[in-house]
């Protein structure tokens, strides 16, 4: 699995969090503790999908894609997690 040291941020994904009742704040904090990372299914955005929890516990799925900083991920877009998601994570 890839070394995740950090995300990076832009206008496009921050919105689309912002769809999905979600802060760059909430998505960062998946990082914070232990976290599930998997190879993404087939035909989506994002090489990996990244689920943990924020600090409030909230489950969050977030899909990235690579940057040119080594350790540094852009999330596609992130939401709450489904609940097949949430098991993995459990």
């Known amino acids: 699995m890839p070394r995740i040291d950090g995300f990076q941020y832009d206008d496009e994904n921050e919105d689309k969090f912002a769809d999905h009742g979600l802060s760059v704040r909430q998505v960062d904090q998946v990082l914070d503790d232990e976290y599930y990372v998997a190879r993404n299914r087939k035909g989506r955005r994002g090489w990996y999908l990244v689920i943990g929890k924020d600090h409030g516990?909230?489950?969050?799925?977030?899909?990235?894609?690579?940057?040119?900083?080594?350790?540094?991920?852009?999330?596609?877009?992130?939401?709450?997690?489904?609940?097949?998601e949430r098991a993995k994570l459990d």
């Open 57 to 84: 516990g909230r489950c969050i799925a977030v899909p990235i894609e690579p940057t040119h900083r080594q350790g540094w991920w852009r999330p596609v877009t992130a939401w709450p997690c489904k609940d097949y």
